[in-house]
T-cell receptor, first 114, second 115 residues
Framework: GAGVSQSPSNKVTEKGKDVELRCDPI?????LYWYRQRLGQGLEFLIY????????KSGLPSDRFSAERTGESVSTLTIQRTQQEDSAVYLC????????????FGPGTRLTVT | AQSVTQLGSHVSVSEGALVLLRCNYS??????LFWYVQYPNQGLQLLLK??????LVKGINGFEAEFKKSETSFHLTKPSAHMSDAAEYFC?????????????FGKGTKLSVIP
């Protein structure tokens, strides 16, 4: 079946602009995660959605970052007033509801803020 | 707090040689541990996972890892490196209790295989 898809694959934006990144999880996966991967760094957790529960936003670095998810489907990550330090690859993953369930990762969106 | 440390940001091995990528963790409760591989311009792919069953875990592409609680380690090994193993490898930890199930990642180790 189809894996996790993300769009766009690449995004170049000017400092101060808003951007929206999209994630389509694997059908039937109740959990969805956003991570950020900066150059030379590991992945940083941003936000976690599980079904209709309140999302865990503890990883969001500032109030310029927000994310939404409609039910158990598509999610969008929005970054307002982008800064150069927001440049990174943003990865989305989805999984079943259990802690042991594997997270399946999308190919990522490479964001460059100029 | 949980953390993962990968020793060596870059490891080079000759084709056919042993691959050893080191991972140490810190966690207040027994964690679940994962190794992911990332090929250039691709997403992460799960190699193997430890979820408190057997301490020696076998994964895809001939990789295996051993969970050693006394050493808080989960090193990744492969007996004989192949050119196609060149990639970046990430060790990750997940809290095994109730709550949020995000992964905590190490900074990654880039593996180069020399012909």
């Amino acid at each position: 079946g189809a894996g996790v898809s993300q769009s766009p694959s690449n995004k170049v934006t000017e400092k101060g602009k808003d951007v929206e990144l999209r994630c389509d999880p694997i059908s039937g996966h109740t959990a969805l995660y956003w991570y950020r991967q900066r150059l030379g760094q590991g992945l940083e957790f941003l936000i976690y959605f599980q079904g209709n529960s309140a999302p865990d936003k503890s990883g969001l670095p500032s109030d310029r970052f927000s994310a939404e998810r409609t039910g158990e489907s598509v999610s969008t990550l929005t970054i307002q007033r982008t800064q150069q330090e927001d440049s990174a690859v943003y990865l989305c993953a989805s999984s079943g509801r259990l802690a042991v369930d594997e997270q399946y990762f999308g190919p990522g969106t490479r964001l460059t803020v100029t | 707090a949980q953390s993962v440390t990968q020793l060596g940001s870059h490891v080079s091995v000759s084709e056919g040689a042993l691959v050893l990528l080191r991972c140490n963790y810190s966690s207040s409760v027994p964690p679940y541990l994962f190794w992911y591989v990332q090929y250039p311009n691709q997403g992460l792919q799960l190699l193997l996972k430890y979820t408190s069953a057997a301490t020696l875990v076998k994964g895809i592409n001939g990789f295996e890892a051993e969970f050693k609680k006394s050493e808080t380690s989960f090193h990744l090994t492969k007996p004989s490196a192949h050119m196609s193993d060149a990639a970046e490898y990430f060790c990750a930890l997940r809290y095994s209790g109730a709550g949020s199930y995000q992964l905590t990642f190490g900074k990654g180790t880039k593996l180069s295989v020399i012909p």
